[in-house]
């Protein structure tokens, strides 16, 4: 490339590493472009960091290097919950990180984190979920869609159904389901077991006679397909979203969501085929269809595509039995572990039975102290840790911390249901904190918020609360429940929820209820 030499002329200065990039060039015509489109690249990734980095460096944190940012701190991604703690320590409760390329603002501020929450126009969710959850539950599912409007429409579609009123009127199914199964479960197979598995099948039940009016217990194979292909495709998309892997077919991850995603569909068409055929034959015979009013039916009833209500479908069945699963699980390991509170909280639901043998859908909210332990459970595991924002223009937080656009926003919950500066002894679990401050399923003066905040708060929040409640009082009533001291706890790293990696194992003891009644 005698060429290039002269055309940019024997009087110019080059450095001495310019000269070597120019004979390499003329050795190599070939891989010229090649090489000038790396630079290029080279050069413009290295220019957006250091903006980006100006942008933002009023806001305290770790240093970030190019192209890795923070992550020459392995703790960042081995131990995330414990770095962002440590951090919090020394940075203070809102700080920059980098995952790479760019910076993610961590806020642990509790009226930081409310005001996020609720000013969802400006901090809408982001890539997180239109790149990575999408690929699962599609970009309609009340979770996944990003568009304000889409989201309030669809959730006024489905309010009805998880409202209180209609939510208590599940409640001698949910204590039927409960009975059922932890008679498959428990009472044939009382020793140390996983009791992850009887929440699961419980709350695959209850969301699917909630959703579609479907008895998920007569068909155990296709129960245990959908729980352990959402346990599957739970860790794979989380496993995704925190190494932001590229989203290829051939991406061993994305096919084991696409099999979850394939497996919920086809239960839901044949389902919708089933219903869609009596429709026509009540019409063509003039009888009245007793077509039950569930969720299925106001989706199809409504103007979503097909597609569409697969969405929805996958969005409840899958992530809705998911998180409610691990709270009751979670939620019994912390009874096994603290017996006075266990026995507590068992000596509540007999006063509020007084003699009977099932509580109804009035009784639940005299278990007052029971509802507590639910609350303290939240805290202790917050089943989702964390969520990602985006902020989609300048915004001056709390009056006086400046967001740029376009940056990403992490609130770890979990760190901030852990805050000593906001609960006293927060390692200890005490569900009496509850009961003393009257706190409420979210506290933004306490930053606790684990059904989210705000308009893109859970939609489910009263069911979960309500479906716990059920179980866990009734297996109170059957079972006493103690530690496994040869069982350790493992918390999954990778998962969208908070998971056990190797279940939840406690002793499961078969308790007289006459003589409890007695005692």
Avoid at 176 to 182: C, E, K, L, Q
Avoid at 487 to 505: Q, V
Wanted: positive net charge.
């Amino acid at each position: 490339m005698d060429k290039l030499n002269s055309s940019l002329g024997d009087d110019v200065f080059f450095s001495y590493g310019a000269k070597l990039v120019i004979d390499y060039v003329n050795n190599k015509g070939w891989m010229a472009p090649l090489l000038i489109l790396c630079l290029v690249m080279f050069s413009y990734h290295l220019l957006d960091f250091i903006w980006t980095f100006m942008k933002i460096r009023h806001i305290p944190g770790p240093i970030p290097l190019p192209f890795i940012g923070t992550l020459y701190d392995t703790k960042f991604m081995t131990e995330n919950t414990r770095y962002i703690v440590r951090m919090r320590k020394e940075a203070g409760s809102i700080f920059a990180v980098w995952p790479g390329m760019k910076p993610s603002i961590v806020v642990t501020e509790p009226q930081a984190v409310r005001q996020i929450l609720t000013r969802d126009k400006i901090f809408r969710k982001g890539e997180e979920y239109e790149t990575y959850f999408s690929l699962w539950f599609g970009k309609r599912g009340l979770v996944t869609t990003t568009s304000r409007d889409i989201h309030r429409k669809d959730k006024s579609l489905l309010i009805k159904f998880f409202m209180k009123k209609t939510v208590d009127t599940l409640v001698p199914k949910m204590i039927m389901d409960a009975d059922n199964i932890s008679d498959m479960f428990l009472s044939k197979n009382c020793g140390s077991i996983d009791i992850t598995k009887f929440w699961h099948q419980y709350a695959l039940n209850v969301f699917g006679h909630h959703a579609c009016s479907y008895d998920f217990s007569k068909d155990m194979v296709l129960g245990d397909e959908i729980i352990n292909h959402v346990k599957n495709a739970s860790i794979a998309c989380g496993t995704l979203m925190i190494f932001k892997l590229p989203v290829f077919n051939f991406n061993p991850y994305i096919d084991v969501m696409n099999r979850a995603r394939r497996c919920i569909d086809e239960f839901c068409r044949k389902e919708i085929e089933k219903r869609l055929e009596k429709r026509r034959l009540c019409e063509q015979d003039k009888i009245i269809n007793d077509e039950p009013d569930d969720i299925l039916k106001a989706l199809m009833d409504s103007t979503l595509s097909r597609s569409e209500i697969y969405e929805h479908m996958n969005t409840l069945l899958a992530a809705g039995h998911d998180t409610s699963a691990s709270f009751g699980g979670f939620t019994t390991y912390l009874l096994a572990k603290h017996p006075v509170i266990q026995e507590k909280a068992r000596n509540e639901v007999l006063s509020v039975l007084n003699g009977r043998e099932q509580l109804t859908a009035d009784d639940i909210p005299k278990l007052e102290y029971l509802y507590c332990v639910l609350k303290e459970s939240f805290r202790i595991y917050t089943i989702i840790p964390g969520l990602p924002r985006l902020c989609t223009e300048d915004f001056m937080l709390m009056g006086k911390i400046f967001i740029p656009k376009n940056t990403t926003i992490y609130l770890p919950l979990t760190v901030s249901h852990r805050d000593g500066d906001t609960w006293e002894n927060p390692r200890e679990f005490r569900p009496e904190r509850f009961y003393d401050s009257k706190i409420g399923e979210s506290c933004a003066k306490k930053g606790y918020f684990p059904f989210s905040y705000g308009p893109r708060s859970c939609i489910g929040s009263t069911l979960a609360m309500t479906e716990a409640a059920a179980a866990i009082s009734l297996l109170l009533t059957k079972f006493s429940f103690t530690q496994d001291d040869t069982f350790k706890l493992k918390i999954g790293l990778f998962g969208i929820t908070l998971y056990p990696k190797e279940g939840l194992r406690v002793h499961v003891k078969p308790l007289n209820i006459k003589q409890t009644n007695e005692v």
